[in-house]
């Protein structure tokens, strides 16, 4: 059975080729904190932690926002949508990714966060072009 951070490991690996400090491309969690946080030395790899690249951001009316999925999440992953019904007390939808026409369809719009914070982020952005205050 491989270690269950194995594919992060070899894309930190990659990193490790190009600079000498791949750490400052990464963050981590602690397993029930909902807040990334950079990394400042090498992964410990730690099973009870998370680990993921920084995530890139786009400009959205002046807020830095999480970039949203490139590339579409495995299937029967958790995926959040950004959601700006005013219907809802959120701004986020969760599912699980089936690979359907619904899935694609928000993949092509750009509105799937493999987080609700990221997908919260992202709707607040979008909404500050319209709300009044």
Same mark, same amino acid.
């Given at each position: 059975?491989?270690?269950?951070h194995?594919?992060?490991?070899?894309?930190?690996?990659?990193?490790?080729?190009? =600079? %000498?400090?791949?750490?400052?491309?990464?963050?981590?969690?602690?397993?029930?904190?909902?807040?990334?946080?950079?990394l400042?030395?090498?992964?410990?790899?730690?099973?009870?932690?998370?680990?993921?690249?920084?995530q890139?951001?786009?400009?959205?009316?002046?807020?830095?926002?999480?970039?949203?999925?490139?590339?579409?999440p495995?299937?029967?992953?958790?995926?959040?949508?950004?959601?700006?019904?005013?219907? =809802?007390?959120?701004?986020?939808?969760?599912?699980d990714? =089936? %690979?359907d026409?619904y899935?694609?369809?928000?993949?092509?719009?750009g509105?799937?966060?493999?987080?609700?914070?990221?997908?919260?982020?992202?709707?607040?952005?979008?909404?500050?072009? =319209?709300?009044?205050n």
């Amino acid at each position: 059975m491989k270690h269950p951070h194995a594919e992060l490991m070899l894309e930190y690996a990659k990193d490790a080729m190009e =600079t %000498d400090m791949p750490w400052e491309l990464w963050e981590y969690k602690y397993k029930n904190d909902e807040k990334w946080s950079k990394l400042f030395e090498n992964p410990k790899w730690d099973i009870s932690n998370s680990y993921q690249r920084e995530q890139k951001t786009i400009n959205i009316n002046g807020f830095e926002v999480p970039e949203p999925c490139k590339v579409k999440p495995n299937k029967n992953n958790t995926y959040y949508i950004v959601n700006i019904n005013a219907a =809802t007390n959120h701004y986020y939808d969760e599912n699980d990714w =089936t %690979d359907d026409s619904y899935d694609n369809r928000f993949f092509d719009r750009g509105l799937i966060h493999l987080s609700k914070e990221n997908a919260i982020a992202h709707a607040k952005a979008l909404l500050s072009f =319209t709300v009044r205050n």
